[in-house]
RNA sequence: GGAGAGAUGGCAGAGUGGUCGAAUGCACCGCACUCGAAAUGCGGCAUGGGGGCAACUCCAUCGGGGGUUCGAAUCCCUCUCUCUCCGCCA
């Protein structure tokens, strides 16, 4: 969310950036004009109850003195402010919420190193800050070569066998799965391997966050207003909760009202949850296997930092993605997301893409943001800058998958698979199989 | 689910209709004293917003929202959360 202070100072900034943004028609004069109207209304307000406190407190004077009829004169000279002040007062509150209501739709600004586009053809391929396509080629597997045609994974023998899409409809329509046998072993093995690596080697703090939280915290991480669509929503009282659609929503509104000391950042977060969506705008899309589903399970990471610190956050943080990747020996490209892929609430985005042998493409995998303050303005995180006394300000805020664990046991299970139709096992996932090198076949 | 208690500044904790944005203590910062430190003394120390070049000034905020009143931390209503007891329960 935009600070109007800043729009004023920064107009014709604002908007230049906000015109990169697909479909966003707001201008900064629309904005300034609901501002000015609110300023008027705050300035008459402020002016009547200056007043009405001055005369009171005469009121208060004159009684203490015993002089009745002082004090009856004062009430009568204030009680003309009776009702200007409850209508201002109404007036104000009404400006303010459409302030924030406008304020509220307006995507983040990009950073001005994302590329410029209208979809995801615009995207532009990353190798990191002094990285190019050979040292990338090093670094990460080599697309796996194999001498019969490689299958989707629901195809895999093994999957074919145990990824049971009949039964799940059964129990709760299209796009569930139910995973069973060494498969849903393999998925439970990749989401405990991630967040291992990232809580021993990367410096995350393991958090289990509830799984249903409030509409105050999707408006933090930008799910509300705009995306409301997108969720699922169970009753609660007389209000509802939401099933996250990621563990960004709580993760990141932990801090959410809070004043933290610069000594406590950056904060570094990890979980492994449930996540679910309504995929309300994706009908007809990857219907088949379990690519796009209602849940699945990912682990996220979230940083919370300094201002100056926040954009080696992101790349830190997109290596600690990568890692997934690499330890798992997938192969796969980084996308920097262009100005008409990229998401609300982001001011620069690197898709990781895994490649896929049996669909013979590369698909999303990670997503790694990061979000400057707009976030933090949502929930008014801040902290208090070490040193001597300083106002609080607002912290920055980051978010990547690392990784979605459905989405890579599909990677897994493509790029893994033998012609018999087992599937081999990582190494690095084999202590968690219980040694096993490899699952199904005969 | 039933009954009761509570929510005040970074923390602890006073304050039950007026001069209270809020005593006091702790923490923190500056100064003094000291060779230095401790102790002590003096001073400072909330957030948001409006106006002003600035010094500064005004408004709002004592869990959230609404109300009573000339005036609310204080009274009323409501919501949220916390604690205690009872019941139920993975």
């Not at 799965?177 to 967040?195: D, I, N, P, S, T």
């Not at 709580?250 to 570094?268: C, D, F, K, Q, Y």
Request: charged share 25%; net charge negative; with cysteine.
């Amino acid at each position: 969310m935009f600070d109007i202070k800043w729009i004023r100072a920064n107009a014709e900034a604002f908007d230049v950036a906000v015109s990169r943004r697909k479909g966003v028609s707001v201008r900064s004069s629309d904005l300034l004009a609901i501002d000015d109207r609110r300023r008027e209304i705050i300035g008459r307000l402020n002016e009547a109850q200056e007043q009405r406190n001055a005369l009171s407190k005469q009121i208060g004077q004159a009684k203490a003195q015993k002089d009745e009829a002082r004090a009856a004169e004062l009430m009568s000279e204030v009680a003309r402010l009776k009702d200007f002040i409850p209508q201002g007062e109404a007036d104000e509150r009404a400006v303010e919420a459409e302030l924030h209501a406008a304020l509220s739709t307006i995507p983040n600004l990009v950073l001005d190193d994302v590329p410029v586009g209208t979809d995801e053809s615009g995207n532009v391929e990353y190798f990191g800050r002094n990285g190019s396509a050979e040292i990338a080629a090093k670094l990460r597997a080599p697309k796996p070569s194999f001498v019969f045609a490689p299958k989707e994974h629901y195809e895999v023998g093994v999957a074919a066998e145990l990824m049971d899409f009949e039964t799940a409809a059964k129990l709760s329509g299209s796009r569930f799965v139910v995973l069973k046998g060494q498969v849903a072993r393999l998925e439970r093995a990749l989401g405990q391997f991630m967040l291992d690596l990232h809580t021993t080697e990367h410096g995350y703090l393991e958090v289990q966050p509830p799984l249903l939280v409030k509409d105050a915290a999707l408006f933090g991480t930008n799910q509300l207003p705009k995306f409301e669509e997108d969720l699922f929503f169970t009753p609660h009282g007389d209000s509802r909760l939401a099933l996250i659609p990621t563990a960004e929503v709580p993760l990141t509104n932990m801090v959410r009202e809070a004043i933290m000391s610069e000594e406590e950042l950056p904060l570094r977060m990890t979980a492994l949850t449930p996540c679910f969506r309504s995929e309300a705008g994706s009908a007809g899309r990857d219907t088949r296997g379990m690519l796009r589903q209602h849940q699945f399970n990912k682990v996220e990471m979230v940083s919370i930092t300094t201002p100056e610190t926040s954009l080696d956050e992101h790349e830190r943080m997109l290596d600690c993605a990568e890692a997934v990747l690499r330890k798992l020996g997938l192969h796969y490209r980084v996308m920097n997301l262009c100005t008409g892929d990229i998401g609300f609430g982001a001011r620069r985005t690197y898709d990781l893409e895994v490649w896929l042998p049996g669909q013979d493409t590369y698909r999303e995998i990670s997503s790694v943001s990061v979000c400057g303050d707009f976030q933090a303005r949502r929930m008014e995180a801040r902290y208090r800058p070490a040193g001597e006394k300083q106002a609080p300000r607002y912290v920055h805020t980051l978010n990547g998958s690392g990784t979605a664990v459905g989405r890579c046991l599909i990677a897994v299970l493509e790029n893994y698979q033998q012609e018999d139709g087992s599937v081999a096992v990582p190494d690095v996932l084999q202590p968690y199989m219980g040694g096993l090198t490899s699952i199904g076949g005969k």
